[in-house]
């Protein structure tokens, strides 16, 4: 992996997307380390066995204390390798650790070993664990490494992904999953031969608020559902941030922030999109949107006769919301898809009167939540709940929006191979 170097991360960020890892990969891979889900009395670490429950002290008008449920020891929890070192990895992903119930960080991957060493002194990580991209295959050979999390450009996904699995490590991919849909497909497909899980970080997917929300509508609290209107803007400042840059980002405020609005609604909905239109902004006048676009709005339309109307920009100041509605009632987040102070609330008819409830919910971390599922997907040989089809479904979504945009026209968006989100919500409901 010479050709990658060790980089500062800007100079890696440039150069890193034209790089192949090395040929040395390709040749049999080490043996998977294993995660002995046998406490050494034979039962389930996940298990109840060290649970403890305080006695009730409040009164009948007070809720239950519930103490927290029992955490894997140190020494047999699941071992992550954080691959970039970037700003989501240490101010969101790293400190998650702490939260987290079965998960350690056990490894390091970046181009900048001085930062990465004083990464590796705040989370306990031994030098020996720490790598650049030159050495990124020597993660093979470490058996505290269970899962590889890529938090890496869009645009290197899948060279880090596939290389990863002949490692015969996990997969915890950050989103978007790729570049392209084409990319996403080479990256199940190589997990699937190497026998290894494949998560995308759909870290709403975890989150109370959003989970709340998805057992309302599967409760039939909203009705039938009609309309799904979300935005989801940030201001971009610098032009040379890595995610305008095309080849790295794969496009510009749809893949990286309007993401979440398409997940969104096919999460809380349940339903496939089967036909979208779309506008896109990109002024040539603006250095920042010389290869990426700055705005998008796009309309999804449902054969059940929802339709959700979404926009995203990178050139207007934080906004983030999402609102379903339905036959019976409306819910809306606001503000939605933020790592911290999600709201829900939801309003319909009682007792003669329109109401409104804003249920009380406690705050967890998105990402430790994420990263304990898969966790325990791999303690029990589970599927996990975002697996590579999902990420891959929605870039077939993106890819149809983009075609709309550029034509003018509805543009049909094929169904998803395998089981739909709708059958799934039926069968968790």
Not at 136 to 146: D, G, K, T
Request: hydrophobic share 35%.
């Amino acid at each position: 992996m010479s050709s990658l170097g060790p980089l500062s991360r800007r100079s890696f960020l440039v150069n890193a997307s034209t790089t192949a890892v090395t040929a040395s990969l390709c040749s049999p891979p080490t043996a998977r380390a294993e995660v002995s889900l046998q406490a050494n009395d034979g039962t389930d670490q996940l298990g109840k066995q060290n649970k403890v429950q305080l006695s009730q002290i409040h009164g009948p008008s007070e809720q239950n204390e519930m103490a927290p449920e029992p955490s894997l020891p140190a020494n047999k929890r699941v071992g992550f390798a954080v691959v970039g070192l970037g700003r989501l990895s240490i101010n969101q992903i790293l400190p998650a650790f702490g939260a987290s119930k079965h998960c350690k960080p056990a490894a390091l991957v970046s181009g900048d070993r001085a930062k990465a060493m004083k990464i590796a002194a705040q989370y306990g990580i031994p030098e020996s664990s720490i790598y650049d991209y030159k050495t990124y295959e020597q993660l093979a050979a470490n058996p505290s490494v269970h899962v590889i999390y890529i938090v890496l450009p869009n645009g290197m996904h899948e060279e880090y992904v596939v290389h990863g699995a002949k490692m015969r490590k996990h997969i915890l991919c950050e989103k978007p999953m790729a570049n392209s849909s084409v990319e996403a497909e080479r990256m199940i497909d190589a997990c699937s031969k190497a026998g290894v899980k494949l998560m995308i970080a759909y870290r709403q997917q975890y989150e109370p608020h959003n989970r709340a929300l998805r057992k309302l509508i599967t409760d039939g609290e909203l009705g039938r559902l009609r309309g799904f209107l979300s935005t989801n803007s940030q201001q971009m400042g610098d032009p040379a941030h890595w995610r305008l840059n095309k080849a790295l980002a794969g496009g510009g405020c749809l893949p990286d922030v309007g993401l979440y609005c398409v997940n969104a609604v096919r999460f809380l909905s349940g339903e496939e999109p089967v036909r979208v239109s779309a506008q896109i902004w990109q002024p040539k006048d603006d250095p920042r949107f010389k290869e990426v676009e700055a705005s998008m709005s796009f309309t999804m339309h449902f054969t059940s006769g929802l339709q959700a109307t979404c926009t995203t920009s990178y050139d207007t100041h934080k906004s983030q919301s999402l609102r379903m509605e339905g036959t019976d009632a409306w819910a809306e987040m606001s503000p939605a898809y933020a790592y911290h102070g999600n709201k829900l609330k939801w309003s319909k008819l009682d007792k003669g009167k329109e109401t409104q409830f804003v249920p009380q919910l406690e705050e967890k971390d998105q990402f430790a939540l994420e990263m304990d599922h898969l966790a325990e997907c791999i303690l029990k040989d589970k599927p996990p709940h975002t697996p590579g089809e999902e990420g891959l479904q929605d870039h077939r979504v993106m890819e149809a929006i983009y075609e709309a945009a550029k034509t003018g026209r509805l543009v049909e968006i094929a169904p998803p191979k395998g089981p739909t989100r709708a059958q799934e919500l039926q069968q968790t409901a």
